[in-house]
């Protein structure tokens, strides 16, 4: 299994109030996502990562920020969380690593979830 | 961007049955289509994939069949058995990232 974890895997908070996601890999992978997935939507890409520092925004990004200062490392934060931001969000990973040579599969390896709720 | 649709939402089968859940996608660029299962309270992982130039990929009791053309995908699971409920998620591979649908509940009744 992939060595992937995100923290804290439950969180209640205030709106208005800011929060932040951490996802920590084991794997050297290149590439870090963060998805957040709610009924009827399933998954949908708020941020990515292709290597320290290069990040870019994916379809639902309005209202979140990354961070990633080391390859085992991708924050993500709500500077502000509302109410439409309660979800369950999920941190993934892919591309070469330390393991071999291979190239990018695309295979996407999941973390188990952060649920947040914002009240 | 990629936009993909995925049906059903929900399925039920009778154990032994079959199940197909259907995808489409929108861009053309698109070349890899890798589905994923999710059960209760945990993350997704990779049940099998195929990409844009190959029309059908098997795995045991799962296939995966494409229609570039069509711009359609699909998952076919036979032989269903109760440890196959769970939440499935179709995708497509757009630029660096995966485009999911949004999902289907295959319920396998014993």
């Known amino acids: 299994d992939a060595g992937i974890t995100q923290s804290p895997r439950h969180k209640v908070t205030e709106t208005g109030t800011p929060v932040t996601l951490r996802c920590h890999q084991t794997?050297?992978?290149?590439?870090m996502y963060w998805y957040r997935q709610d009924p009827g939507h399933g998954l949908r890409l708020i941020h990515y990562?292709?290597?320290?520092?290069?990040?870019d925004k994916g379809e639902v990004s309005d209202g979140y920020s990354v961070s990633r200062s080391k390859t085992e490392d991708f924050l993500l934060t709500l500077e502000s969380a509302t109410s439409s931001q309660t979800s369950v969000y999920f941190c993934?990973?892919?591309?070469?690593?330390?393991?071999?040579?291979?190239?990018?599969?695309?295979?996407?390896?999941f973390g188990e979830g952060s649920r947040l709720t914002v009240l | 961007g990629e936009n993909v649709e995925q049906h059903p939402s929900t399925l039920s089968v009778q154990e032994g049955d079959s199940a197909v859940i259907k995808c489409t996608y929108s861009?053309?660029?698109?070349?890899?289509f890798p589905w994923y299962k999710q059960e209760l309270g945990k993350g997704s992982q990779l049940i099998i994939d195929?990409?844009?130039?190959?029309g059908e990929k098997k795995d045991q009791r799962i296939a995966v069949t494409l229609n570039k053309t069509a711009k359609h995908f699909s998952l076919h699971i036979t032989e269903t058995q109760p440890e196959d409920s769970a939440v499935y998620f179709c995708?497509?591979?757009?630029?660096?990232?995966?485009?999911f649908g949004s999902g289907t509940r295959l319920q396998v009744q014993p």
């Open positions: 990562s292709y290597g320290v520092k290069d990040t």
């Open positions: 195929i990409r844009s130039n190959v």
């Open positions: 993934a990973i892919s591309g070469p690593g330390l393991a071999g040579p291979a190239a990018n599969t695309g295979e996407l390896f």
């Open positions: 794997e050297n992978h290149r590439y």
């Open positions: 995708a497509a591979h757009f630029r660096r990232a995966l485009t």
């Open positions: 861009d053309s660029a698109s070349n890899y």
